[in-house]
């Protein structure tokens, strides 16, 4: 059994272990539209030692409980460059920071801070006949002050399954080029101080999109998010839903482009 897939298992057991200890928690639930619109610039860095670089824009947009405009308020924005490494056959390895500049949006309970995150990342992939399945496991450690201005620092594991269709092209001379449909679920673990919070789920999220090229060197992502969040009182889950949308310009052509990695999600 691989690594990945033994990770992915201890993680749908701690997660199963912790919502079995919380059933008869009084837990309220709130539903907040958002959108996540992406864009990212990947290039070569040294192909002897399979090195390659990537840098992600993200601005992130949300309504609250009462409105339904997904786009009412800037939630966050983020620049997030990455180093990869892909010597090996079906394994891709990736360190990244994040620096995320987060916007108070009061109707919604959130507060303005600035997190760091550094972030160690492994994806494995599988090619089948018409499309590819890929496990991908995530550590990252998030830097902020709370709302008090308590400084914290959080270790977070995340764990992603996702699957890519390869869309057939029936025109010789098609609009987009090379299709796909893809979707991904991720569950989300934090590892906080007691004094800030006493649970360790944090978001289970799932991803449905279409994405093709436009050229070789310029793809994009179309699709939809839902993702349910425990806020830190323990108490009370958000759900976030609403569009996603992405763009990739890669600096040596590819015949086609899965967003594997792609960072959807409010927060």
Same mark, same amino acid.
């Given at each position: 059994?691989?690594?990945?897939?033994?990770?992915?298992?201890?993680?749908?057991?701690?997660?199963?272990?912790?919502?079995?200890?919380?059933?008869?928690?009084?837990?309220?639930?709130?539903?907040?539209?958002?959108?996540?619109?992406?864009?990212?610039?990947?290039?070569?860095?040294?192909?002897?030692?399979?090195?390659?670089?990537?840098?992600? +824009?993200?601005?992130?947009?949300?309504?609250?409980?009462?409105?339904?405009?997904? +786009?009412?308020?800037?939630?966050?924005?983020?620049?997030?460059?990455?180093?990869?490494? $892909?010597?090996?056959?079906? @394994?891709?390895?990736?360190?990244?920071?994040?620096?995320?500049?987060?916007?108070?949006?009061?109707?919604?309970?959130?507060?303005?801070?600035?997190?760091?995150?550094?972030?160690?990342?492994?994806?494995?992939?599988?090619?089948?006949?018409?499309?590819?399945?890929?496990?991908? @496991?995530?550590?990252?450690?998030?830097?902020?002050?709370?709302?008090?201005? @308590?400084?914290?620092?959080?270790?977070?594991?995340?764990?992603?399954?996702?699957?890519?269709?390869?869309?057939?092209?029936?025109?010789?001379?098609?609009?987009?080029?090379?299709?796909?449909?893809?979707?991904? =679920?991720?569950?989300?673990?934090?590892?906080?101080?007691?004094?800030?919070?006493?649970?360790?789920?944090?978001?289970?999220?799932?991803?449905?999109?279409? $994405?093709?090229?436009?050229?070789?060197?310029?793809?994009?992502?179309?699709?939809?998010?839902?993702?349910?969040?425990?806020? =830190?009182?323990?108490?009370?889950?958000?759900?976030?839903?609403?569009?996603?949308? $992405?763009?990739?310009?890669?600096?040596?052509?590819?015949?086609?482009? =899965?967003?594997?990695?792609?960072?959807?999600?409010?927060?």
């Amino acid at each position: 059994m691989s690594i990945f897939k033994k990770s992915f298992i201890i993680l749908f057991c701690i997660i199963t272990v912790q919502l079995l200890k919380a059933q008869d928690a009084p837990y309220s639930m709130g539903f907040i539209p958002a959108s996540i619109e992406e864009g990212d610039i990947a290039f070569p860095i040294y192909d002897k030692w399979h090195l390659s670089g990537q840098v992600d +824009f993200q601005l992130v947009t949300q309504g609250a409980y009462t409105n339904g405009n997904p +786009f009412e308020y800037t939630q966050r924005v983020v620049v997030r460059p990455w180093i990869m490494y $892909s010597g090996f056959k079906k @394994v891709k390895l990736w360190l990244g920071y994040a620096h995320n500049q987060k916007y108070a949006v009061e109707e919604a309970g959130n507060y303005e801070t600035l997190e760091n995150r550094l972030i160690v990342m492994g994806t494995f992939s599988q090619d089948m006949p018409k499309g590819s399945i890929f496990e991908q @496991v995530r550590f990252e450690t998030k830097f902020f002050d709370d709302r008090n201005g @308590v400084p914290q620092t959080i270790p977070r594991l995340r764990a992603r399954f996702g699957v890519n269709h390869f869309l057939r092209q029936t025109k010789e001379k098609p609009i987009f080029l090379a299709p796909n449909l893809g979707y991904y =679920t991720e569950l989300m673990l934090k590892f906080a101080s007691k004094d800030y919070a006493d649970e360790h789920f944090d978001i289970f999220r799932l991803s449905v999109y279409y $994405s093709a090229g436009i050229t070789p060197n310029l793809h994009f992502l179309a699709g939809i998010i839902g993702q349910m969040q425990l806020r =830190t009182n323990g108490t009370q889950f958000d759900v976030y839903y609403g569009p996603m949308v $992405s763009v990739k310009y890669s600096i040596r052509p590819k015949e086609r482009e =899965t967003f594997d990695s792609v960072d959807g999600g409010a927060d």
